[in-house]
């Protein structure tokens, strides 16, 4: 049901008007300007929500957010292109506190708050998710993972377990998808439906709106499954007892069990049933329900992306899109600033990955080091966004690095305690820089410098791992749009 209808406060449209003069003056912003309009409107958020035509689709968790939401994006794009039902709001740069959510929603509202798309597809932070569903119970709501992450914001696991559980607010025949390889995320469960008429009525898995994607344990071997180094659960969240694994393969993902109680990794209804890795890319077979089948080649590296790609496909086979948007939309993406993103400065394509986590940044630094001819810069922050806590840093595998045998060049306000765990990882040379822009230069122009170490005809591929916040300011230092 459209909520056109909703009133707008006057407190409301002055600042829409604020946040669209700040957009004006500054179009990159993801944030600003919607920090501004809810200083000047605190209810803003829920205005917005609720002029929207039909019910949010939600993406949440600890890692893939981003590049997941931005594959079901280009699915609904060429979607849309087909039936022309699909016009959507989407937060692409990331902003996924409630400033990013207003920011990228006032860019498709009118002074009144009205929005010119039916759809919104938001990227949402755990600790936000139950904000967001209490405005406006979501149509879809997705959770990727769970892992340890800015622990000084969200604690241990189980209170990040517990704030995405309370933000489980759906509409009638709504969907959760849940990855079923994550013994964290399977812990979630569908809340009693909201009805005015029902209320003892419950979500049932076999009405299709409890939808579970994963990995066929079957498609790892003895010598392809991954070496596991950064293990994130001791625990069942079930009993407290110990998990046990038939197999392991990312993290805590695997086909796990509890041998003191029933908890294991339930049937996943979508799942990878054949699996190519690459450096560049890789080659899937999904099988989904009603005997269907797709073959698909996701245009990123690593296992971590094969994830975010099939859960955009189970979300957007819940959406009811059409296999052809689906495997259009993952073949023809094109990442995201950072995320696994190639970009040219200084005359040198750099590769861009985030970092924020022990798992992300352990699946990067494995990717990377199968590269020989790899050169890496890390840019830690430890702001806000970046999560204060830097000791994360301590759990990821940096010891891959040491394989390289290359000199590692750091940056960022918290520079000095990556150097310390590099020297712990074994790494022998350390360029250290105060300066993320000095260091960038530095890093793109040490070739052309001829530096004893390497050879005057050395070709190196240069890879940059930033926090967020040292990502927003290359974007500045690299006058690139995240657009």
Not at 1 to 8: K, L, Q
Not at 98 to 113: I, N, R
């Given at each position: 049901?459209?909520?056109?209808?909703?009133?707008?406060s006057f407190s409301d449209q002055i600042?829409?008007?604020?946040?669209?003069?700040?957009?004006?003056?500054?179009?990159?912003?993801?944030?600003?300007?919607?920090?501004?309009a809810l200083k000047i409107s605190p209810g803003l958020l829920a205005c917005l929500l609720n002029k929207l035509a039909k019910p949010p689709i939600l993406i949440t968790g600890t890692n893939g957010k981003s590049t997941t939401a931005g594959f079901l994006a280009n699915i609904l794009k060429a979607e849309d292109s087909r039936c022309h039902n699909w016009s959507f709001i989407h937060n692409r740069s990331g902003a996924?506190?409630?400033?990013?959510?207003?920011?990228?929603?006032?860019?498709?509202?009118?002074?009144?708050?009205?929005?010119?798309?039916?759809?919104?597809?938001l990227e949402v932070d755990e600790a936000v998710l139950r904000k967001v569903t209490s405005i406006r119970p979501a149509r879809l709501i997705l959770a990727t993972n769970f892992f340890r992450d800015q622990l000084d914001r969200f604690g241990e696991m189980e209170q990040t377990i517990k704030l995405v559980q309370e933000g489980i607010r759906l509409v009638e025949n709504g969907s959760l998808i849940i990855n079923a390889d994550d013994p964290n995320t399977c812990h979630l469960k569908l809340p009693i439906q909201e009805s005015s008429t029902n209320k003892n009525s419950t979500f049932k898995e076999s009405s299709g709106q409890l939808i579970y994607y994963g990995i066929s344990p079957e498609i790892w071997g003895q010598s392809s499954s991954p070496k596991i180094f950064a293990e994130e659960l001791a625990s069942c969240p079930a009993c407290g007892e110990d998990l046990a694994y038939r197999k392991q393969w990312l993290g805590q993902l695997g086909d796990f069990f509890c041998s003191a109680c029933n908890y294991q990794k339930p049937p996943p209804s979508i799942k990878i049933t054949e699996l190519n890795l690459s450096p560049l890319k890789s080659n899937i077979c999904v099988s989904l329900p009603n005997n269907l089948e797709l073959k698909v080649q996701i245009p990123l590296p690593g296992l971590f992306n094969v994830y975010?790609?099939?859960?955009?496909i189970a979300s957007a086979y819940s959406l009811g899109i059409s296999m052809e948007s689906?495997?259009?939309?993952?073949?023809?993406?094109?990442?995201?600033?950072?995320?696994?993103?190639?970009?040219?400065?200084?005359?040198?394509?750099?590769?861009?990955?985030?970092?924020?986590?022990?798992?992300?940044?352990?699946?990067?630094?494995?990717?990377?080091?199968?590269?020989?001819?790899?050169?890496?810069?890390?840019?830690?922050?430890?702001?806000?966004a970046d999560g204060r806590d830097v000791s994360w840093l301590w759990d990821a595998y940096f010891e891959y690095l040491a394989e390289l045998n290359q000199p590692v060049f750091v940056s960022g306000s918290r520079s000095s305690d990556i150097a310390v765990?590099?020297?712990?990882?074994?790494?022998?040379?350390?360029?250290?820089?105060?300066?993320?822009?000095?260091?960038?230069?530095?890093?793109?122009?040490?070739?052309?410098?001829?530096?004893?170490?390497?050879?005057?005809?050395?070709?190196?591929n240069l890879y940059v791992l930033p926090t967020y916040t040292a990502l927003l300011e290359l974007t500045k230092i690299m006058k690139l749009s995240k657009s």
């Open positions: 049901m459209s909520n056109h209808s909703v009133s707008t600042g829409i008007l604020a946040a669209k003069l700040a957009l004006t003056l500054s179009p990159r912003s993801t944030s600003a300007p919607g920090l501004a996924n506190l409630p400033s990013g959510l207003v920011t990228s929603l006032v860019q498709h509202a009118d002074l009144q708050g009205h929005l010119d798309k039916e759809n919104a597809l975010n790609a099939l859960a955009a689906i495997k259009e939309g993952i073949e023809n993406y094109q990442s995201l600033f950072g995320r696994s993103q190639s970009v040219n400065y200084n005359h040198k394509e750099l590769r861009l990955f985030l970092i924020k986590n022990p798992i992300g940044a352990s699946e990067v630094l494995r990717l990377i080091s199968s590269d020989p001819k790899a050169k890496v810069l890390i840019a830690i922050n430890d702001n806000y765990r590099l020297k712990y990882a074994g790494i022998k040379q350390i360029h250290y820089y105060h300066s993320l822009k000095d260091a960038i230069d530095e890093f793109t122009s040490i070739e052309n410098s001829n530096p004893s170490n390497l050879k005057k005809d050395s070709s190196h």
